[in-house]
T-cell receptor, first 108, second 113 residues
Framework: GIQVEQSPPDLILQEGANSTLRCNFS?????LQWFHQNPWGQLINLFY?????KQNGRLSATTVATERYSLLYISSSQTTDSGVYFC??????????WGAGTKLIIKP | DAGVIQSPRHEVTEMGQEVTLRCKLI?????LFWYRQTMMRGLELLIY????????DSGMPEDRFSAKMPNASFSTLKIQPSEPRDSAVYFC???????????FGPGTRLTVL
């Protein structure tokens, strides 16, 4: 089956810093999503991005499907950005295959 | 427009009791997914429905688990009898079609004592 790897596993930054999170996947996919799981456990949709680049405020994402990776950029980090960021891809059985996540801590 | 709605948000029960988790889809969505999240195993798909029909239930752990969609906008996940190892956060998600973007509910945190 499809393997999804995220890096780095943990990231600690000062407020105001920028960061790049990476997601590698082992096979071609038709659907890739980025989620933020906040400290209260809620899964928040960030991007639906099977290919190309999208931006939403301080966040942006790029997926290069031919090279099987996606990047999530967070600029000017705020403490509310803390949490776990998941990348998930859809396999041929319509099952979301999840990466292990990147745990981000933003210090004030 | 309301997102996916789940109830209850928290459930504490004793081993052997029946537990019913509920989920309301986003209006207009036709696909419904039940997931379970634990520290050990991360997020796992339990079952998904398309147009009220169960399509893949290979993730359902055992016969103690059952899921239904009595109508196009509502689903239940039942555990009977519950066991301590069922303790987890259960998420419901919906999408317009199975291969479209999935939107998650707030989850139900289940604790079985």
């Amino acid at each position: 089956g499809i393997q999804v790897e995220q890096s780095p596993p943990d990231l600690i930054l000062q407020e105001g810093a920028n960061s790049t999170l990476r997601c590698n996947f082992s096979d071609s996919v038709n659907n890739l999503q980025w989620f933020h799981q906040n400290p209260w456990g809620q899964l928040i949709n960030l991007f639906y991005i099977p290919s190309g680049t999208k931006q939403n405020g301080r966040l942006s994402a790029t997926t290069v499907a031919t090279e099987r990776y996606s990047l999530l950029y967070i600029s000017s980090s705020q403490t509310t950005d803390s949490g776990v960021y998941f990348c998930a891809v859809l396999d041929s059985n319509y099952q979301l295959i999840w990466g292990a996540g990147t745990k981000l801590i933003i210090k004030p | 427009d309301a997102g996916v709605i789940q109830s209850p948000r928290h459930e504490v029960t004793e081993m052997g009791q029946e537990v019913t988790l509920r989920c309301k889809l986003i209006s207009g969505h036709n696909s419904l997914f039940w997931y379970r999240q634990t520290m050990m195993r991360g997020l796992e798909l339990l079952i998904y429905f398309n147009n009220n029909v169960p399509i893949d239930d290979s993730g359902m752990p055992e016969d103690r688990f059952s899921a239904k969609m009595p109508n196009a906008s509502f689903s239940t996940l039942k555990i009977q009898p519950s066991e301590p190892r069922d303790s987890a956060v259960y998420f419901c998600a919906s999408s317009f079609r199975p291969n479209n973007e999935q939107f998650f509910g707030p989850g139900t945190r289940l604790t079985v004592l």
